[in-house]
């Protein structure tokens, strides 16, 4: 695929030195089928510290893996391992906490694509969780496995791979609830095809499901459906610190990938991911009480925010990234569907950034630009 | 203190003065030596299991243990069958001579001696009650060699005089290498480090399991400043085991042949001792007090904290169990064990999770350890598993009843028990011989037990008794019903019904109370004058006066009244000393009954709270908003004191005085001015007239807030006025009735916090008055609820159309 015409690349495509080099490197026992072994999808999503040598094409190369996912490590340990069980994993959190992140490396991790997957919505329909059909040719030929058109399930099932199933509870319950003899008994029956519509799992099969507690469905699940996995709740990034390298880290590699040139000092980011961090919680870094906007201030919307706010730079100022342009993007993400959030974001303005403004340039400047909120 | 680094990324910034060829060097020379230092960390399976092979192996004369050095008395109960963990080594120290001179800087008062206490708590896995156990069985002789409490204070207690909690866990929290090695090892803290290095590993030889930690423990502590080390007191408790441990080697007969002594410390010590000269301390046997007391799991995990100490003493009691029992020895059927019991009990509170789940759990924690390159499951492999698996949701939503049921069963609420015909605490003795003088049944199940104050003069002393339970805080007793002269509620009633329960924690509480005293009584008397030393207020210190009073103590009465002349001097909260001066009154109007009479310096204690409660009237009127009622009713009691006290001549002019020159003050709060109105008022300082008169100040302009707060201080004092006067109720009417429609929907909400003071009695006869001045006849009662109803009924007399206009 040429680059130039790719707007994301899954990550397997944009890591593929780091996962070539922990595959070359890989001694540790793996489950059957599995691309890495558990040790090494670890190293891939937490990072390591040790250069690892690795060969392409004859040529010698050293790497180190760097971290994907900032959060609670020890939970990325316990997903790893379950989804070496025969029980699905089923990440869940608010909106914005890298949920799908961790589903999509971790697939890329273990089965070495993070595109055998299903969008959950509304509309979902048991056919596209199992499998359906080419009418064409199933009237023409009638049953038969060329005629059936597989469901990601299927082919993971089939092939023996992670499949990825996000906002699964945004699905009718009846359609979720498909999935409880697949990962049950790990078979799927295809009636129409008779003996030969016995499709056993393969080893490596398991299922990602991800699942926002925003939304009720998560709350709603069928006690039968729960039973077949295990929850892991994803929480905001906690640190400060860890927060901004997330967001400098995937904000660069967007401006990057879309070759836009801007100077982006770590000081905005800092203000930013503060602002965001501030508002989540409801209270300042040190101490003061703030009001929290009904909009889930998530670390995915701060790096949205930051994105946007290069492009501006970019496109319509200097180049260079300064506050206001944080300011003109900021209120996007927080005033969402409630208008009182804006007056909860006049109000950190005047308590926290006017009070910070009086003796650090940077807040000053994003003080003055309180009138882009408007 | 100062301290290195404690966490750092990488071995060459660790910053240690050990090289790998120094630490084998001293390995070397740590295992060429005949005695043998075996190094535990406290309450660990792994040093148990491989200090009994090591024992095994040696055959040694003679067992040295890192315990407090005089603490041998207590070797019967330890060695007794009768005896289970969890227990405590407890030592303490009174300090009465003030030889620390911390006196009155660790206590509160030059006075109160400083309580200096020390807990070396012990389970059944500890490797030093496991040694103490297999020397009574092998019958090899035991001795402790740490230095005991006494020597360790001036090193230990400079800060503060919380209670020490051996062991020294503090050297794994303050440790830059541990924290190193969490990171390499992918572990979130210390204590899965130690639980992935060692506990988890049970298949080792054991001497290569010591040479594993005199590694660990060389590099450790080498991580740790001398100035620390010298701080926490460790060289010089070092130096005092190596005296103990030469002086012991002088006697032991083959001195030749290796492990004929065996030497059990701590890590840390283990890998210096052999290189010290050794320095002995005098000890003083009678300061060094050191009895065996139970404890809890709970305690334990409380107080070892969790980055280095024990998380989880059930957990690890179960694997003890199962690697005991010959019939089973693995001790992963102790995580199945558990995790079916976590099962049962999420399912009591209410969480739907199966035996299925169980198994799965089971088998996660098994991968998990696997995966984390343990030997076996250990702690956080299976709390890991168990949230994964039986958390079927949000956190949030899900967690809380699973982490409970996990807290319940991996740290559980076991009471260690001490044999009984070894062990005499007197506290312990003494309550339960009075219980028995008393006649008062010590038994679990509670008892109601009603006590007819007036009717004997035993039900007197047992209500003494039980209220000195209550003051030390046993939980034995709780009074359900019966006079509180505290709170002065039900103060008509001649009896006290009393809920009684003996059981193990009473026990525990009165065991560990050991410093306070050797009786009961006595125990209350050192915590009393604590109590009234440390505090300032006199409020709080005429209440313990009470307390002492319905104790029975009143032996202590006269000294501590001597010192409240001096907390009342220079008390400067007005609410303190007016509530000083109701405790008092009471302690004067029941002294008939608490026995107090011979105490007489009561009336000029309250005369004295009384002075100095009127001097600072002014400084009320600063008061905020949220004080305004308790402040208020503080006017009100000096009031009625003022108004009903007749036992001691009570200038009320002086009173008077105060309140007229702080009203003539222009600012402060309206609401306290209201009330001080009220008072000139019912001391009649002031006729209705001049009222009326400053309340129409208020409302000249239209609807006032402060007018509004005046009203409501004013009512507070004295709202009969309104329904007595006529006048006054003919001049409040006329104010509502010309406040426009904006005005009146301002000043509701404050008139209707006034109004809410009136009983629905009046609220009835004022609205009768309004409608009879009306003429109207007929009322009709809006139903909708409490005092809002009345109001509005009250104001739509009032305003006669106005609520029609309004459209309401």
């Known amino acids: 695929m040429a680059k130039e015409k790719i707007i994301r690349e899954p990550t397997e495509i944009r890591n593929r030195d780091e996962i070539e080099a922990l595959k070359q490197n890989d001694t540790y026992d793996k489950p059957e089928n599995w691309f890495l072994s558990p040790r090494m999808v670890e190293t891939f999503i937490l990072g390591s510290d040790e250069v690892l040598e690795y060969e392409v094409k004859d040529k010698k190369k050293k790497i180190k893996i760097t971290r994907k996912f900032y959060g609670d490590n020890v939970l990325v340990q316990r997903s790893i391992i379950t989804l070496a069980s025969d029980r699905g994993l089923l990440l869940i959190g608010e909106p914005g906490t890298a949920k799908s992140w961790l589903s999509e490396h971790l697939a890329a991790g273990i089965s070495h694509t993070s595109l055998n997957g299903i969008q959950g919505t509304a509309g979902v329909t048991e056919d596209q969780i199992k499998y359906s059909w080419n009418y064409a040719m199933l009237l023409a030929e009638g049953p038969s496995l060329n005629a059936l058109v597989p469901s990601p399930v299927y082919v993971g099932m089939k092939d023996g791979l992670i499949t990825r199933f996000e906002e699964v509870t945004r699905c009718p319950r009846e359609i979720q609830d498909t999935l409880i003899s697949i990962l049950s008994d790990k078979v799927l029956i295809v009636p129409e095809l008779g003996e030969k519509g016995v499709l056993l799992a393969r080893k490596g099969f398991n299922i990602i499901g991800t699942a926002n507690t925003r939304d009720k469905g998560v709350n709603e699940m069928s006690s039968a459906l729960k039973r077949r996995f295990n929850f892991e709740t994803v929480h905001p990034i906690k640190s400060v610190k860890e927060e901004i390298e997330v967001v400098q880290n995937q904000t660069e590699g967007m401006l990057e990938s879309d070759n836009v040139k801007v100077e982006f000092k770590h000081d905005i980011y800092e203000l930013l991911v503060k602002t965001f961090h501030e508002l989540r919680k409801g209270e300042t870094t040190d101490g003061v009480k703030v009001n929290i906007p009904s909009t889930v201030m998530s670390t995915a919307e701060a790096v949205s925010v930051a994105y946007n706010s290069g492009l501006y730079a970019r496109y319509y100022d200097d180049g260079i990234v300064k506050p206001k342009h944080l300011a003109i993007n900021i209120k996007g993400a927080v005033i969402k569907d409630n208008n009182e959030d804006i007056q909860k974001l006049n109000q950190y303005w005047d308590l926290i950034v006017k009070r910070r403004g009086s003796n650090n340039k940077d807040w000053s400047s994003y003080y003055d630009s309180k009138k882009y909120l408007m | ?808």
């Open chain 2, 1 to 808: 203190m100062t301290q290195r680094n404690t966490s750092c990324d990488n071995m060459s910034d660790l910053d240690s003065k050990e090289t790998m060829e120094g630490i084998q060097k001293k390995i070397r020379k740590i295992e060429d030596q005949t005695i043998v230092y075996f190094p535990i960390k406290h309450h660990s399976i792994a040093c148990s299991h491989y200090l009994e092979k090591a024992i095994d192996f040696y055959k040694p004369e003679k067992i040295l243990i890192e315990l407090p050095f005089g603490a041998e008395v207590n070797l019967p109960i330890l060695q007794s069958d009768l005896t289970i963990p969890p227990i405590a080594l407890h030592s303490f120290y009174v300090d009465n001579l003030n030889i620390f001179e911390l006196n009155g800087k660790l206590s509160p008062d030059e006075s109160i001696p400083v309580r200096f206490e020390g807990y070396h708590p012990i389970v059944a896995y500890s490797p030093e009650y496991h040694a103490i156990q297999l020397a009574k069985e092998k019958e090899i002789e035991v001795e402790f060699i740490d230095l005991p409490l006494y020597n360790i204070i001036p090193y230990r207690f400079k800060q503060s005089s919380i209670s020490l909690f051996y062991p020294d866990e503090r050297y794994y929290e303050f440790n830059a290498y541990g924290a190193l090695l969490a990171k390499k090892l992918r572990c979130r803290n210390f204590h899965e480090v130690w639980e992935t290095m060692f506990e988890t590993n049970l298949d080792m030889n054991f001497q290569e399991f010591m040479r594993k930690l005199y590694i660990f423990s060389l590099v450790a502590r080498s991580s740790l400043s001398e100035e620390f080390l010298e701080q926490e007191g460790a060289n010089i408790r070092e130096e005092f085991m190596k005296y103990r441990i030469k002086k012991s080697y002088q006697d032991i007969q083959e001195k030749d042949r290796k492990g004929s002594l065996l030497v059990v410390t701590g890590a840390f010590h283990s890998v210096v001792l052999p290189f010290l000269k050794g320095k002995t301390q005098k000890i003083r046997k009678k300061e060094n007090v050191i009895i065996t007391v139970p404890y809890t799991y709970n305690q334990l995990a409380l107080s070892s904290g969790y980055q280095s100490g024990n998380p989880a003493p059930r957990y690890y009691d179960k694997l003890w169990s199962n690697l005991r029992n010959p019939d089973i020895k693995d001790i992963k059927i102790a995580t199945l064990n558990l995790a079916l019991e976590v099962k049962n009990q999420s399912r009591e509170y209410g969480s739907f999770v199966s035996v299925a789940d169980s198994v799965h759990v089971f088998r996660m924690a098994q991968n998990l350890g696997s995966f984390r390159g343990k030997e076996t499951t250990g702690y956080y492999d299976l709390v890991d598993a168990v949230k994964s698996v039986f958390i079927k949701g949000d956190e949030k939503i899900y967690g809380p009843s699973i982490y409970r049921a996990l807290d319940e069963i991996l740290i559980g609420d076991e009471y260690g028990t001490i044999d009984p015909n070894l062990s005499t605490t007197p506290l312990l003795a003494d309550f339960q011989y009075r219980a028995k003088k008393l006649r008062i049944k010590l038994a679990a199940a509670t008892k109601l037990m009603r006590l007819n104050l007036y009717q004997t003069s035993t039900a007197k002393l047992k209500s003494q008794f039980l209220h000195q339970t209550v003051f030390l805080n046993l939980g034995f007793g709780e009074m359900i019903k019966g006079p509180n002269l505290i709170k002065k509620e039900n103060l008509h009633l001649l009896a006290e019904q009393w809920n009684i329960a003996y059981n193990r924690g009473v026990e525990i509480k009165l065991i560990s109370s050991i410093s306070l005293g050797n009786t009961v009584r006595n125990a209350c008397l050192t915590l009393l004058r604590e109590k009234f030393a440390s505090t300032g207020e006199s409020g709080v210190a005429s209440e313990l006066l009470l307390v002492a009073a319905q104790m029975g103590l009143v032996e202590v009465l006269d000294d501590l009244g001597k010192q409240l002349i001096d907390i009342i001097d220079k008390d400067r909260d007005f609410k303190s000393l007016v509530q000083a001066l109701y405790q008092l009154v009471a302690l004067y109007n029941y002294q008939e009954s608490l026995l107090t009479e011979g105490f007489k310096p009561l009336l000029r204690l309250i005369e004295q709270a009384y002075i100095r409660a009127t001097f600072l009237v002014p400084s009320i009127l600063l008061i905020q908003e949220d004080e305004e009622e308790t402040v208020i009713e503080k006017i009100k009691a000096l009031t009625n004191f003022i108004l009903s006290f007749d036992d001691i001549e009570v200038d009320k002019n002086l009173f008077i005085g105060q309140i007229k020159t702080t009203l003539t003050n222009g600012k402060g709060n309206h609401a306290v001015k209201g009330a001080l109105t009220g008072v000139l008022y019912s001391l009649h300082e002031k006729k209705v007239d001049e009222l009326t008169r400053e309340i129409n100040g208020y409302f000249v302009g239209g609807a006032s807030l402060d007018g509004g707060s005046f009203v409501y201080g004013l009512f507070m004092i004295c709202r009969e006025i309104l329904l007595l006067k006529e006048d006054f109720f003919d001049r409040i009417d006329n104010l509502v009735c010309q406040f426009s429609n904006e005005d009146f929907l301002t000043i509701l909400p404050l008139f209707r916090r006034s109004f809410s003071l009136f009983t629905p009695k009046e609220i009835d006869i004022i609205g009768s008055n309004v409608a009879q001045k009306r003429e109207i006849e007929k009322m009709e009662k809006i139903e909708i609820s409490g005092n809002l109803a009345e109001l509005l009924h009250f104001a739509d007399q009032l305003a006669g159309s106005k609520f029609e206009e309004m459209g309401l």
